[in-house]
């Protein structure tokens, strides 16, 4: 398989697009509907456990309540955001770049009769199209590292967060960030899994939520509780050898399986996985 020209080289806002309209089958395929690391709290749980328990630990992070309205940002096909939804009883408005996904979003949320309380819609979280004060909660489940693509980004997010939150209600958010770049060696392996490049990772994310105007209420780094989702892909690897390789070859699919087996130890010698509820005052 060969990546189209959009996704080769730096990373632009079409080619996050293009990507995640491309890979969401698959994902889906192999790992289930929600699209972020999952969080082991005790190291037994299943990933779709441990999917539920990342979208939960977010969700109570943003202090969600009945009635609320809540936007999605970055929201995958809205898996996320029908658990929020269910579980408390709140009205999510969910956002996604992906048009592919945006598609199988509202057929997610139709097939479970949902679509009154879950909207999904294609749209930039870097320019947001609701007006200022539109929501109570907000929640970013590991989505920002993906949306932005250079550092004036990372402003435009949060300040655009800030301003459709209204004076007194919380962002929930999760990402994995890095503390520092690592080796050229090490980069490529993250580029070629995560369609990053390292430096765009290299994010204080307490500091640019508190540069925006943010108080930081909660703050937390689940790195060590989120990789044993690494054990989980290569397990998926295993289980459906075959599968994998009549789809992509042989020669992709064990590359990749030795890059996920690299990538446990590049994240524990430079990553940082940050948790935090931000406060609008």
Known sequence: MTLPLLLRGRRTAA???AYFDLITDDGRLFYGDSFHFGYFRTGSETLAQALDAHTDLVAEMA?????QRVLDVGCGIAAPALRIAERFGSEITAVNISREQVRQGRRLIEERGMARHVQIARGDARALDFADASFD???CIEAAGDICVTEQDKHRFVGELHRVLRRGGHVGFSDLALRSCPSLEDERVLRALLYHGAAELVTDCPA???RHGFSIVVRRDILVETMPTWDSARAVYEQRRLEVIRRYGRRLA???RAQIELIPKILANYAIFPVLSALKG
Do not use: E, H, K, P
């Open 15 to 17: 080619g996050v697009a």
């Open 63 to 67: 202090f969600l309540g009945s009635g």
């Open 137 to 139: 909660a907000i929640v």
């Open 208 to 210: 640019l939520f508190a």
């Open 254 to 256: 064990d590359r990749t």
